[in-house]
């Protein structure tokens, strides 16, 4: 099993420019979640999808933050404009069905690290 | 508020010592706590997954601890390894539709 898989692995660009983040979760799994990790607040979830569908998007910190997942292997993170306080490492993870309510056990990518210049 | 606080924040020890990380959160009502492992560069692991009902939980090396009247965990590594360099994350869930709250984590550096 190659697990989560996400790229790029690194990411460096210029305030207000368009980045778009890419994960494929593992194959069977229909739950994905979206994480930014910082060194001030750990980790944070942004939003998280089961079965493809958006169930809890509170954690995006605002409009210049979207994502999609139009296919249960493939899952996007876009930020438009990216401004530097969005500089942070950004994990997926998935989870097998039937474990999303008590004793899910996420299994994360290895991240994308993004820097805003 | 539901929060979740470790310390220490950071930590050196000899290869070969133990070592305990500590874990206190507020989140109630409370379903599960499990502790995570993620290496520089890498993603979290899991280590354990404990339930209210659940004191300690073993996993090779590591043992976890879980007191649900005082609200702590801890972790507890035996017979320290140059691998176990790494950032130790322990996460709580409340109720089974609530999100998981992190703590942000112990840096645990083990030296020769």
């Known amino acids: 099993d190659a697990g989560v898989i996400q790229s790029p692995r690194h990411e460096v660009t210029e305030m207000g420019q368009e980045v778009t983040l890419r994960c494929k979760p593992i194959?069977?799994?229909?739950?994905l979640f979206w994480y930014r990790q910082t060194m001030m607040r750990g980790l944070e979830l942004l939003i998280y999808f089961n079965n493809n569908v958006p169930i809890d998007d509170s954690g995006m910190p605002e409009d210049r933050f979207s994502a999609k997942m139009p296919n249960a292997s493939f899952s996007t993170l876009k930020i438009q404009p990216s401004e530097p306080r969005d500089s942070a490492v950004y994990f997926c993870?998935?989870?097998?069905?039937?474990?999303?309510?008590?004793?899910?056990?996420?299994?994360f990518g290895s991240g994308t690290q993004l820097s805003v210049l | 508020k539901n929060q979740v606080e470790q310390s220490p924040q950071s930590l050196i020890i000899l290869e070969g010592k133990n070592c305990t990380l500590q874990c206190n959160y507020t989140v109630s009502p409370f379903s599960n706590l499990r502790w995570y492992k993620q290496d520089t560069g890498r993603g979290p692991v899991s280590l354990t997954i404990?339930?209210?009902?659940?004191n300690t939980k073993s996993n090779g090396r590591y043992t976890a601890t879980l007191d649900a009247d005082t609200k702590q965990s801890s972790l507890h590594i035996t017979a320290s390894q140059l691998s176990d360099s790494a950032s130790y994350i322990c996460v709580v869930r409340g109720g089974t539709a609530s999100k998981l709250t992190f703590g942000t984590g112990t840096r645990l550096q083990v030296t020769l």
């Open positions: 404990m339930t209210f009902s659940e």
């Open positions: 194959s069977g799994h229909n739950s």
């Open positions: 993870a998935s989870s097998p069905p039937g474990q999303l309510s008590v004793k899910e056990k996420l299994f």
